[in-house]
DNA sequence: TATATTTCCTATGAAAATCATAGTAGCATA
DNA sequence: TATGCTACTATGATTTTCATAGGAAATATA
């Protein structure tokens, strides 16, 4: 995995940027939190990633202040991994990418995976990255989430899957 | 590299995305073509990759439909990479990849690596996804891209370090 | 004619990352 | 005592990446 670098060597805030998130599985696991997984265990079997890339992913997203840790219990003690500011800002990279994805990946009979309804105006809010109701532009917290019931079951054999695995 | 799987095995758009972008070099490579660099060695030179790792990148970007080649010299036949329409629309990504990068990975003193000027309003963009003087989304083909002199002279001296080395 | 130069890559071997698979730690519950 | 839950770590084979060098096919220059 890349290192980060202490000494940014260029100008450009693509390539900056890059190296945090210029990995499939970081971005991956930051689908997972935007998707309210919070737990090593649902982001492992979402991303179907080994441990061991999720742990060593989580690590450098927290050194990189994208991600902090919460302990949600003592004795075993249990962590949960949350968004911090900076992470929550990348949420336009994730609609613009989604947006992508549902232009470019998809064939007509398949459906959208998640539907977002704008909460601020009540209508559906398209692909972004403005509301297709009213205009403005889409934050991640003004947005209701409902996966696809396809995706849904998608997600739940994944869960599942991992379960049983075990 | 990460060979594109015939059948998609999510509905997820974001992770079918990433099958084909989720990869710091082949980012960096869509950004160079953005900034109108379309020669093999331009690329090779501002990405500082090394010439495999852009030529197996060109080579799954054009499988993947985002790059086509366009040969601009037969004997000797030389080629160029121009973006698609599917490449082309990959742009709102790398906006919001610029706006995330400008605000997280910079100290106040470091400006702007590039300046856009909204071509139908005339007045500066700002960082999207909407422009800050009119309100419209933002287009590739309707902004004026000027680099700053800063980041003009790293790409300028990347230019002359590459052909030094010749 | 001989020698550089330009451009787009390919070859090679060492170093690093990734993968599948298995296992551990710490505690709770039956 | 045994079984389960959750968050990881260990190991060894495979694959990718990196640094460095080189090649091929033509034109330009001496």
Redesign the interface.
């Known amino acids: 995995m890349?290192e980060n670098n202490v000494t940014?060597q260029?100008?450009?805030?693509?390539?900056?940027?890059?190296?945090v998130?210029?990995?499939?599985w970081t971005?991956?696991i930051l689908?997972e939190l935007f998707m309210r997984s919070h737990r090593f265990e649902e982001i492992q079997a979402q991303t179907e990633a080994t441990p061991q890339m999720i742990a060593a992913r989580l690590k450098k997203l927290e050194a990189d202040g994208l991600v902090e840790r919460r302990s949600y219990n003592k004795r075993p003690l249990r962590y949960e991994y949350h968004l911090t500011e900076?992470g929550e800002?990348?949420y336009?990279?994730?609609?613009?990418?989604?947006?992508?994805?549902?232009?470019?990946?998809?064939s007509p009979e398949?459906g959208r995976?998640v539907h977002y309804t704008h909460r601020s105006c009540g209508k559906p809010a398209g692909l972004?990255?403005?509301c297709e109701g009213c205009g403005q532009?889409l934050r991640h917290d003004d947005l209701i989430v409902e996966p696809?019931p396809?995706?849904q079951a998608?997600r739940q054999e994944r869960w599942e899957a991992f379960k049983a695995s075990r």
């Open positions: 890349n940014p260029t100008l450009c805030p693509v390539a900056r940027a890059e190296t998130v210029g990995d499939r971005v991956l689908r900076k800002a990348f336009p990279v994730v609609l613009a990418l989604r947006a992508w994805g549902e232009t470019w990946f998809k398949e995976a972004g990255p403005v532009t696809d396809a995706y998608e």
